[in-house]
């Protein structure tokens, strides 16, 4: 018996609906990215190991257990994109020829984790990075950039949390204090937890499992490892989001689960998503440029999973983007039909045919399905004395027009 073939698990394939609908959304965030001053890079999937263990940290679950490496060899499927754009900002020492960047990436991620609703093994990030600027301000844009975007796309209901996990010396303290409070409950967590609590407590905070959860929501976790200065700069974040009308909730258990993370960190959610409801996260990583051996430069980024906006936004019902459909009745007027095919695409308007030699009616079928605003009809009589019928297919009206014409005819509809 012949071997019949699926999909790998975690894996998705987009159909023409949803790749019209993944279009939109790469689309509208390009525009908005653009706009906001943001320059689209593209980078390989394959990167080094190491970048991801020393940037994104070793004891993460993106490092851990979750990246998707080359047998053999130190080499893995991207897991993210923050230490990869910084990679290429060092790389090609753009910090000598600059002070400020922002870099937007949309690409195909990897992690080799237990698929899920809205979690698989390769699925698409859309992000920016700002790479130069310590000042509040970029906090806000980064902000209001992510906003803009869902706000192209549709999604409105949305909820902003946000928090500081202060400087490099406040995330020690805090590290500490959490040490002190959950040893004494070290049996209530999940055995993950258990050994996360001497290796990194930080990321005991952002556990999925739901026992952990409730001991960290029972602690707490008041802001007093916060210093003046990283505490200011996120009092000025949070006026500037007022300024700007934007809601958000301070939330002090979000510390996100990459250890680049410093001060302002934020997360956008959406409870139609059930549990894994992020659609998306970002947050300032003032020590990573310093960790991969670069200079001190502040930096602040986020990014989406498109996967998780494409299920708010549900399935698309647009039809195909085809304006014309060439409908040939009789064989005789097959080759002069592929002529008139690429004459129409050709003065920029899409265009299609029957390649089935389907009845007329079968093809007036056909280019409804396909979306079609008019369809030429290609009659043996009508061609011979110089001209086509012309059928308005939102309108039900049809008119004969000389074939000479037809581009000035369609040309407006463009």
Same mark, same amino acid.
């Given at each position: 018996?012949?071997?019949?073939?699926?999909?790998?698990?975690?894996?998705?394939?987009?159909?023409?609906?949803?790749?019209?609908?993944?279009?939109?959304?790469?689309?509208?965030?390009?525009?908005?990215?653009?706009?906001?001053?943001?320059?689209?890079?593209?980078?390989?999937?394959?990167?080094?190991?190491?970048?991801?263990?020393?940037?994104?940290?070793?004891?993460?679950?993106?490092?851990?257990?979750?990246?998707?490496?080359?047998?053999?060899?130190?080499?893995?499927?991207?897991?993210?994109?923050?230490?990869?754009?910084?990679?290429?900002?060092?790389?090609?020492?753009?910090?000598?020829?600059?002070?400020?960047?922002?870099?937007?990436?949309?690409?195909?991620?990897?992690?080799?984790?237990?698929?899920?609703?809205?979690?698989?093994?390769?699925?698409?990030?859309?992000?920016?990075?700002?790479?130069?600027?310590?000042?509040?301000?970029?906090?806000?844009?980064?902000?209001?950039?992510?906003?803009?975007?869902?706000?192209?796309?549709?999604?409105?209901?949305?909820?902003?949390?946000?928090?500081?996990?202060?400087?490099?010396?406040?995330?020690?303290?805090?590290?500490?204090?959490?040490?002190?409070?959950?040893?004494?409950?070290?049996?209530?967590?999940?055995?993950?937890?258990?050994?996360?609590?001497?290796?990194?407590?930080?990321?005991?905070?952002?556990?999925?499992?739901?026992?952990?959860?409730?001991?960290?929501?029972?602690?707490?976790?008041?802001?007093?490892?916060?210093?003046?200065?990283?505490?200011?700069?996120?009092?000025?974040?949070?006026?500037?989001?007022?300024?700007?009308?934007?809601?958000?909730?301070?939330?002090?258990? *979000?510390?996100?689960?990459?250890?680049?993370?410093?001060?302002?960190?934020?997360?956008?959610?959406?409870?139609?998503?059930?549990?894994?409801?992020?659609?998306?996260?970002?947050? =300032?990583?003032?020590?990573?440029?310093?960790?991969?051996?670069?200079?001190?430069?502040?930096?602040?980024?986020?990014?989406?999973?498109?996967? =998780?906006?494409?299920?708010?936004?549900?399935?698309?019902?647009?039809?195909?983007?085809?304006?014309?459909?060439?409908?040939?009745?009789?064989?005789?007027? =097959?080759?002069?039909?592929?002529?008139?095919?690429?004459?129409?695409?050709?003065?920029?308007?899409?265009?299609?045919?029957?390649?089935?030699?389907?009845? *007329?009616?079968?093809?007036?079928?056909?280019?409804?399905?396909?979306?079609?605003?008019?369809?030429?009809?290609?009659?043996?009589?009508?061609?011979?004395?110089?001209?086509?019928?012309?059928?308005?297919?939102?309108?039900?009206?049809?008119?004969?027009?000389?074939?000479?014409?037809?581009?000035?005819? *369609?040309?407006?509809?463009?």
């Amino acid at each position: 018996m012949v071997k019949t073939y699926q999909s790998i698990r975690g894996t998705h394939d987009f159909g023409p609906q949803e790749t019209r609908l993944l279009n939109m959304v790469i689309g509208k965030a390009r525009d908005t990215f653009k706009r906001s001053g943001y320059e689209e890079i593209n980078l390989p999937l394959l990167e080094e190991e190491g970048l991801f263990k020393k940037g994104v940290g070793e004891t993460t679950d993106i490092v851990e257990r979750q990246m998707f490496k080359i047998q053999d060899k130190e080499i893995v499927l991207r897991p993210e994109g923050t230490a990869q754009v910084i990679r290429y900002y060092l790389e090609n020492a753009l910090h000598t020829q600059s002070d400020f960047y922002k870099f937007s990436y949309i690409g195909p991620m990897f992690r080799g984790e237990r698929p899920q609703k809205g979690r698989l093994r390769q699925f698409h990030h859309i992000g920016v990075e700002a790479i130069g600027s310590g000042t509040p301000l970029i906090d806000a844009e980064a902000v209001s950039v992510a906003f803009a975007v869902l706000e192209a796309i549709g999604i409105t209901k949305k909820t902003l949390k946000i928090n500081t996990l202060g400087c490099a010396g406040d995330k020690e303290r805090f590290a500490k204090t959490l040490h002190q409070h959950l040893t004494k409950r070290k049996n209530e967590l999940c055995e993950d937890c258990q050994r996360r609590l001497e290796k990194n407590p930080l990321r005991i905070v952002d556990c999925k499992e739901e026992r952990c959860k409730q001991v960290v929501i029972s602690l707490t976790l008041e802001d007093g490892h916060i210093c003046e200065t990283c505490r200011s700069h996120f009092r000025a974040v949070l006026s500037l989001l007022d300024s700007l009308g934007l809601a958000y909730t301070h939330s002090p258990h *979000l510390v996100r689960g990459l250890d680049y993370y410093t001060n302002t960190v934020f997360e956008i959610t959406s409870d139609a998503l059930g549990s894994q409801d992020a659609i998306g996260a970002g947050g =300032r990583y003032n020590n990573l440029i310093k960790s991969l051996g670069g200079p001190d430069i502040p930096a602040i980024g986020f990014a989406f999973g498109v996967e =998780r906006l494409l299920l708010l936004l549900g399935h698309s019902n647009e039809p195909a983007s085809t304006k014309v459909f060439i409908a040939v009745i009789g064989d005789a007027l =097959r080759q002069e039909s592929l002529k008139l095919i690429q004459h129409v695409r050709q003065a920029g308007i899409s265009c299609d045919t029957d390649y089935c030699d389907k009845s *007329l009616k079968a093809q007036l079928r056909t280019a409804e399905r396909k979306g079609a605003a008019f369809v030429v009809i290609m009659g043996e009589e009508e061609w011979k004395e110089g001209s086509v019928m012309i059928k308005n297919m939102a309108q039900s009206t049809q008119e004969k027009i000389k074939k000479e014409d037809i581009l000035t005819f *369609l040309k407006p509809y463009a």
